[in-house]
């Protein structure tokens, strides 16, 4: 290729970068906004994170368009090849955690003045903390394309399952314990649904920074806690 066809081809590679990294702003954002609007029942704060979710819409899909069309322009091969496949593939995940943070902040505006004991909300918060600590942690390891701090967040997926698990208990403790609780209880669990579903795509952008760095793809089944409650299907 002629020089200014390598520095062209090193831009459209550059602005998907670039793109990718504001994706994972906004999504640490969105998530960190979701978890203190519900902490707080601040009901603008979630309505601002529920406003703010099209912005990811739209990135993802530029992301995408870019990325098919530098491969067919461009035939990349090696390191750049996978570079633009794990942009799609990081695009996606961080577009479904921002859907997921929307959801949150759903449940914060539907709950808007219901009784919120400190008590109940305390294992939301500790697994909301894991989660946002998990995504910043990945979306460092892809900026500096480090697979060791990826696989150590990888390694740590199993931690939010249980806490989950141990979360679901709990709340359903305090629903029959005392009937006032069930319909807070019940917004509680699927936002806790919610946030140990972004730990998951917190793995799964931890397993293509392997495959970008590498070429590589984990090959072992991701650590995960025993299941002890009937899975929630988040609306």
Known sequence: ????????????????????TEMGGIAETMLANAIQSLVKGDTDLAQRVIATDPKL?????EIEEKAILTIARRQPM?????????????ANDLERIGDLAKNVGKRVVAI??????QKIVGGVIHISDLALDRLHRV?????HRDVEAAMSVWNQDEEIDQLYNSLFREL????????RNIGFCAH????AKN???????ATNIAETIKYLVTGETVVTDRPRAADGYAPLQTP
């Open 1 to 20: 290729m002629t020089d200014h066809t390598v520095r062209a081809y090193d831009d459209e590679l550059m602005e998907i970068g670039r793109k990718i």
């Open 57 to 61: 819409d739209v990135l993802e899909r």
């Open 78 to 90: 090696a390191i750049d090849l996978r570079a633009l496949v794990s942009a799609i593939r990081i």
């Open 112 to 117: 808007d003045g219901q009784f919120a004991p």
């Open 139 to 143: 979306l460092d390891a892809y900026a």
């Open 172 to 179: 359903l403790t305090y629903m029959m314990e005392d009937p």
């Open 188 to 191: 509680l669990l699927f936002s």
């Open 195 to 201: 946030i140990e579903r972004i730990g998951d795509h």
